[in-house]
């Protein structure tokens, strides 16, 4: 399985994104997908997760009223739509893939896959 994710750039303060991810070569079926970043000097860390069968959200408490999860997991794909961006959402975001279930949504270890990371840079 390959991740791609792309949409990343540089935006002001206050402004939006929106990344994508495509999976292909995908011969399972996913239990859920997620975004995390890693910032420049720290360890990476949760952004959002989607369950696909239930289509539940989770959000890391840092980006909850700003991002926003969503997909099709029947063309692969996973979006997280990026508003009221800050300073501090400056990283290289990451997309993730599970094959099985998990309660442990926001660990790292818990996907099987991961994409390239795509930037993001923000400006105050």
């Known amino acids: 399985v390959q991740l791609q994710a792309f949409g990343g750039g540089l935006v002001q303060a206050g402004g939006s994104l929106r990344l994508s991810c495509a999976a292909s070569?995908?011969?399972?079926?996913?239990?859920?997908m997620a975004w995390f970043r890693q910032a420049p000097g720290k360890d990476r860390e949760f952004v959002a997760a989607?369950?696909?069968?239930?289509?539940?959200?989770y959000y890391a408490d840092s980006v909850k009223g700003r991002f926003s999860i969503s997909g099709d997991n029947a063309k692969n794909t996973v979006y997280l739509q990026m508003n009221s961006l800050k300073p501090e959402d400056t990283a290289v975001y990451y997309c993730a893939d599970s094959k099985f279930f998990t309660l442990t949504y926001y660990a790292a270890g818990s996907y099987d896959y991961w994409g390239q990371g795509t930037e993001v840079t923000v400006s105050s």
């Open positions: 070569g995908r011969t399972f079926r996913s239990y859920g």
């Open positions: 989607i369950t696909w069968s239930t289509g539940r959200t």
